[in-house]
């Protein structure tokens, strides 16, 4: 489950709260700190699943209790989701990823705004493209800063191409890319420093593997500890003209 704390700023608990016999609107007592349940563990605002298409969701607020979102998957073995557009969307205080893309098609995440990730994790991020993510993807102007460890995560390896344009991304790792990830571009990002979010300890890196088919170039990472770590080892790849 879900856990949100009532308690005043500052208290803290002793031990993990018992949730046996315990149920929604259920007070629950550790120490000096009161919980309730907020939501299950796997709870998202928006699931789209097998067949899903043309659907567009456009100035939605997926702020609250869940652990993601929305999450796109292909769960029946179908078709993919296909032509699938969340513009100017909020998404904030969720545990896990924002938008967790497992499967699609045909994907738009443009002018989103992604703040106020509560989660304990190392890897979750505003944008995540799992390896059944084999379509065509477009993320432009997003805001993803406020507690995300990484802005956009690439981790489709079975193909596809994801292009990332003009997004603002104040992480831990701005923009991350698995190992053997192709077909991507990143233009005109900026993951180096924010006077209100701070800056990057990685603005952008691509893990060590045999990624090729990618460009990354005019992004700003002036400000960030490390700017551009590129670890793929293919040849056709364009990595320049980056503000470091």
């Known amino acids: 489950f879900i856990l949100q704390s009532i308690s005043s700023p500052g208290v803290t608990a002793g031990v993990a ?3 046996t016999g315990k149920y929604y609107g259920d007070v629950i007592t550790d120490g000096g700190v009161t919980w309730y349940i907020a939501n299950n563990s796997a709870a998202v605002a928006v699931l789209i699943d ?3 298409t043309y659907i567009r969701f456009e100035g939605c607020d997926f702020t609250g209790s869940f652990f993601n979102a929305a999450q796109v ?5 179908g078709n993919a989701p296909d032509v699938i557009s969340f513009e100017k969307c909020t998404a904030a205080g969720l545990v896990g990823n924002a938008f967790n893309v497992l499967a699609a098609r045909r994907i738009s995440i443009c002018e989103c705004e992604m703040q106020v990730c509560v989660g304990a994790f190392t890897d979750e991020g505003g ?3 799992g390896s059944g993510s084999n379509g065509e993807a477009t993320f432009d102007n997003n805001l993803i800063a406020g507690g995300y ?34 077909k991507f571009d990143f233009y005109f990002n900026d993951c180096g420093a924010s006077a ?6 990685q603005a ?3 893990a060590v593997g045999t990624s090729n088919d990618y460009n990354i170039v005019y992004n700003k990472t002036k400000g960030a500890t490390t700017g551009v770590s590129d670890g793929g080892t293919g040849v056709t790849k364009n990595v320049s003209a980056n503000n470091t």
């Open 149 to 182: 460890s990484i802005g956009i995560r690439l981790g489709n390896t079975g193909g596809g191409h994801v292009s990332a344009t003009g997004n603002k991304c104040f992480c831990t790792i701005g923009l991350y890319v698995e190992a053997n990830v192709t």
């Open 50 to 52: 097998t067949a899903s």
């Open 17 to 19: 709260p018992t949730l």
């Open 204 to 206: 952008i890196t691509v």
């Open 127 to 129: 944008i995540y493209t």
């Open 73 to 77: 998957v292909n769960n029946f073995g």
């Open 196 to 201: 209100i979010f701070g800056a990057c300890t």
